[in-house]
């Protein structure tokens, strides 16, 4: 991370709601400047909320009726003058048309809600092209990371936050006190330079999930050319057995565990690797390189995917038996059974074997969703950190070792050796602390305290 990084707090997008002096006046009246889908969509919200709204459009008598009937729909001009906060609801390349009305805008605050159609797109943000058409005006970024339909059936139904900047800290706490009313969670996001990140928000398509899902296809991959050989290609090229209806089920499904439990190895061997170099360095303080702090930051990802593979594995094993190549392969055994005279082809081992391999694995996935579950953020929130780390923590390191025997079942052995080493080497560290001594803080030792003391 750069050192500039250093400086920033880590608490810098700081939340407005439950500031009471962000109660909104009662009967504010709020403009809208637009007709599409986003303006229609904002103007029922707002008047759903107890504002007035004036809508301003170019062809009032068309759009009328696409507007809720409390709504005002009038020409541009004539709504630009009957409020002071205006929602400019037009594309970034329509700005230029509102240039004639620059000296009614004068003074008041002209809330951007647009987004581009690129990450980057223009060298300068929409917000800040805005407020260079209009310097008279006070310009604020908000509301663009609201889809229309979250904006139609309220908050509850979709993100709950508004992202907010602006160079005014008046203006931003008026919009501030519109979107809490509205039912939305307003976000101060800093001053206008933040308009460019604000609006490339929208247009990353999961951008935590990234290289976790790259990390799951290529382990993916590899385990499933691995078993394709095994499975597949040795017994055509030694035997010239054709085994390729083994691909679309079986050899997938094979892979699915091996790449469930690698993945989920992935999740915790970064929390040891962690701890391993605070007690190396004997402190906490001292910033982990990139690389460890990156993977630290997609945990949540990996295990998420991990829990996706198991899943997929308990519901490809469960159509094993409607395959009709398993059908066939009864009724080949039955036969061989009546050529062979044999009454009876009872295993006791492997009936047990079997029994309690798919018991152990109910099990896995049962304490594998429990853990996908906690980690999603609605219901880690109802948790406190003694329940959460019981959950991600204790129910971790016993479950893998229940079922690190049917893993031997099904997986390759190198996968179950990794995640049984890494399970060990959690335990190791965690049970058998390397230091005696506490850790020390960064100007411990004589160096001087901050605040002007000496640490001892």
């Known amino acids: 991370m750069p050192e500039g990084d250093m400086a920033k707090p880590l608490l810098g997008h700081r939340s407005m709601e439950g500031d009471p002096s962000t109660m909104p006046a009662a009967g504010r009246t709020i403009g809208v400047l637009g007709s599409g889908d986003f303006a229609r969509s904002l103007a029922i919200r707002l008047v759903c909320s107890g504002f007035k709204v004036v809508v301003g459009s170019r ?4 759009k009328a009726g696409l507007f809720p009937s409390a709504a005002e729909v009038t020409f541009q001009a004539e709504a630009v003058k009957k409020t002071d906060v205006i929602f400019v609801a037009v594309f970034r390349e329509h700005y230029s048309t509102l240039c004639d009305l620059a000296d009614v805008l004068a003074g008041k605050i002209l809330v951007d809600v647009s987004n581009n159609t690129e990450v980057n797109h223009h060298k300068e943000s929409n917000a800040e092209y805005l407020a260079s058409l209009f310097p008279a005006c006070t310009v604020v970024k908000g509301f663009n990371v609201v889809s229309a ?25 008026t919009v501030a006190e519109i979107a809490q009313v509205m039912g939305f969670t307003p976000v101060d996001m800093g001053c206008m330079s933040s308009a460019c990140e604000i609006e490339n928000i929208p247009l ?4 935590a999930w990234k290289i976790p899902i ?9 385990f499933f050319t691995y078993n394709l050989i095994r499975q597949v290609i040795h017994p055509y090229i030694r035997e010239q057995k054709n085994k390729l209806y083994k691909i679309p089920i079986e050899v997938v499904n094979t892979t699915l565990p091996c790449v469930a439990y690698v993945m989920l190895s992935l999740v915790y061997l970064p929390g040891v690797l962690a701890a391993c170099s605070q007690l190396y360095y004997g402190t906490k303080y001292r910033r982990f390189p990139d690389w460890l702090d990156q993977w630290l930051q997609h945990r949540k990802q990996i295990g998420l995917l991990s829990f996706f593979c198991a899943a997929l ?34 295993v006791e081992e492997e009936v047990w074997r079997m029994e309690i391999y798919i018991s152990v694995g109910i099990i896995a996935l049962g304490l594998l969703s429990l853990l996908a579950i906690t980690s999603l953020p609605s219901i880690a929130n109802s948790l406190n950190w003694r329940e959460f780390s019981f959950i991600q923590v204790k129910l971790t390191f016993s479950g893998p070792h229940t079922d690190h025997g049917g893993q031997r079942l099904t997986c390759h052995p190198s996968t179950s050796l990794l995640w049984h080493g890494n399970c060990k080497l959690c335990t190791g560290v965690k049970g058998k602390p390397c230091r005696s001594t506490p850790l020390r803080a960064p100007w411990s030792h004589g160096t001087p305290h901050p605040g002007g003391d000496t640490e001892r």
């Open 59 to 62: 062809n009032p008598k068309r």
């Open 149 to 173: 339909w979250t904006l139609q059936s309220g908050a509850r139904d979709g993100n709950k936050q508004v992202l907010i900047c602006s160079n005014n800290q008046e203006a931003k706490r």
């Open 204 to 207: 990353r398509l999961l951008p």
């Open 214 to 222: 790259l990390l799951a296809l290529g382990l993916f991959l590899c």
């Open 313 to 346: 594995h308990a519901v490809y094993s469960l159509c094993l038996p409607m395959r009709r190549s398993h059908r066939y392969q009864l009724i080949e055994t039955a036969v061989k059974q009546v050529m062979w005279k044999k009454m009876n082809i009872w």
